[in-house]
């Protein structure tokens, strides 16, 4: 089974430019014995913050092309 560290199913396919995440920037080998985490802490690569430019916050379930703000990857 594959595992990926760095990022979520949803993450992947429809998040807007400007969402980070700290996995975004971990590049570490794959250790079956760690326990993964889906933890995140998102942030707006615009504002440099937790909201976004429209004024909402940011997240993978809400950064999408609902958003005016939204830019495709």
């Known amino acids: 089974m594959s ?27 794959d250790d079956p014995t760690v ?3 889906n933890s995140r802490i998102y942030w707006c690569a615009y504002t440099h913050g937790p909201v976004g430019r429209d004024g909402a916050i940011v997240d993978e379930d809400m950064c999408t092309s609902s958003r005016k703000c939204y830019k495709r990857v």
């Open 3 to 29: 595992r990926n560290r760095g990022a979520g199913l949803k993450v992947l396919t429809k998040r807007c430019e400007g969402l980070r995440w700290k996995g975004m920037f971990i590049d570490a080998d």
């Open 35 to 37: 326990q993964l985490s």
